[in-house]
């Protein structure tokens, strides 16, 4: 969904937070739940160290992959792909 829920005015904010609270209801996910899940994506997305434009990733672990290491012996520098965070 591309509109947050912050910019919708009142009555439609209103309708889309109830319409999630009966979606969570009806699969029987609780806000302790969904929190539990949210800290453990963030979690999950810290262990990315390194990153590039095509989606590849790395955890720092191990050796250097495939597409890493072709970078790096091109002149890239490492850092150039570390990711923020």
């Known amino acids: 969904m591309s ?4 910019k919708l005015d009142g009555q ?3 309708r ?4 999630i609270q ?5 699969f029987g996910i609780t806000v302790d739940a969904l929190q539990r899940s949210l800290a453990e994506d ?3 997305a810290c262990a990315i160290r390194y990153q590039d434009a095509m989606g590849h990733v790395w ?4 050796d250097l992959p495939e597409w890493l290491r072709r ?3 091109s002149g890239q520098s490492i850092d ?3 990711c923020e965070g």
């Open 3 to 6: 509109t947050s829920i912050a």
């Open 12 to 14: 439609a904010r209103e």
């Open 16 to 19: 889309l937070i109830a319409w």
């Open 22 to 26: 009966h979606r969570m209801d009806e």
């Open 42 to 44: 963030e979690q999950s």
């Open 59 to 62: 955890d720092g672990q191990g």
């Open 71 to 73: 970078a790096v012996a």
């Open 80 to 82: 150039f792909f570390r």
